[in-house]
């Protein structure tokens, strides 16, 4: 306490204060100046102790930082006191619980990190190291037929590599909130349309027939590209589901509160286990044949988020998987 600059200052002044008065007080009378000493040894000793006793605080107070900042004590908020003290005590706990809350969110964030690049490696490493294998085999002697078979699944391995590479690639831009999405008026059935174009070969080729119920005048708010994106993920994963001979249902109900676009496939829908999973990013059930990588869905996901929609997945009663995607007006 005494090595503290200002209380060195207030004890000087104090005690010069003092020695003027009792002069004073003896020069009028002795009894005056007897009363002036020991009413200023009197404030004086009071004066100590209310130091004292606000130092011994604050000391209690560093402490428990001390240990909250190290982990070693649970946050305490301080008593409903009133006074200056009360008051810093309050605003250091605030602060603290703070710091605390913001040094979790890092931690967890570098956990999710680690795990996110623990999860890329090991998707790119299955389609490289199959893609390695076949480079290997074409090193030897071979049949025509085989050899050019052999070059056509490599070339697929490597653009579903170049596709998981766009699609991490795309989810890293969103979460790091460096996309800025457009505001526009859209027709539902031009998104609809232009959606699907990329996959008009593909469907022809095994068959698969699509059906659309949507309103001409429906209308969504938000950016044609971003949400033509998030759609080809749905049609991709529901295409890549279902046999040939499949059917795809797309309808749209407008209303007064929203517009909701459905799309029904006839694949085999999905597991109890895997419902409450299909939007996270990375997961792939341990029962589906699809050769998929778990990031379409959880891309389409955030990227309707970002705009205000919404989407659910259900198996439908008939079977198949339903997509439902919700806008609101």
Excluded at 241 to 252: A, F, P, R, V
Excluded at 300 to 328: E, M, W, Y
Aim: proline share 3%.
């Amino acid at each position: 306490m005494l090595r503290n600059r200002e209380i060195k200052q207030i004890i000087g002044i104090s005690a010069g204060i003092t020695t003027v008065l009792v002069g004073i007080g003896f020069w009028i009378h002795p009894m005056a100046g007897v009363f002036v000493l020991v009413t200023a040894i009197g404030l004086g000793v009071v004066f100590a102790r209310f130091t004292k006793a606000r130092y011994q605080r604050l000391t209690e107070m560093a402490e428990r930082i001390d240990h909250i900042l190290h982990e070693e004590e649970e946050m305490y908020i301080c008593s409903e006191e009133e006074g200056e003290l009360a008051i810093l005590e309050s605003e250091i706990s605030k602060m603290t619980l703070r710091i605390r809350e913001q040094n979790d969110a890092l931690r967890r964030e570098k956990q999710h990190l680690a795990d996110s690049m623990a999860d890329i490696a090991h998707q790119l490493r299955t389609p490289l190291t199959s893609a390695n294998v076949i480079l290997a085999l074409l090193k030897n002697p071979m049949e025509e037929q085989k050899r050019r078979s052999l070059l056509g699944e490599t070339q697929k391995l490597y653009r579903k590599m170049e596709w998981l590479i766009t699609a991490l690639l795309k989810l890293s831009r969103l979460d790091a909130g460096i996309v800025e999405f457009q505001s526009e008026q859209i027709s539902v059935k031009q998104l609809i349309q232009e959606s699907l174009r990329p996959f008009s070969l593909s469907m022809d080729l095994h068959e698969i027939q699509t059906s659309l119920d949507i309103p001409e005048q429906a209308m969504i708010t938000g950016d044609f590209g971003w949400l033509s994106e998030a759609l080809q993920n749905i049609f991709k994963n529901s295409i890549e589901s279902m046999h040939d001979g499949g059917k795809l249902e797309i309808i749209c109900t407008d209303t007064v509160l929203y517009t909701e676009i459905q799309l029904h496939d006839s694949g085999p829908g999905f597991s109890t286990e895997d419902l409450p999973h299909i939007f996270e990013r990375f997961y792939r059930s341990t029962k589906t044949q699809t050769s998929g990588y778990g990031i379409g869905l959880a891309l389409c996901r955030t990227i309707l988020l970002r705009q205000n929609g919404t989407i659910q997945a259900k198996n439908h009663p008939d079977g198949g998987a339903v997509f439902s995607i919700r806008f609101p007006k």
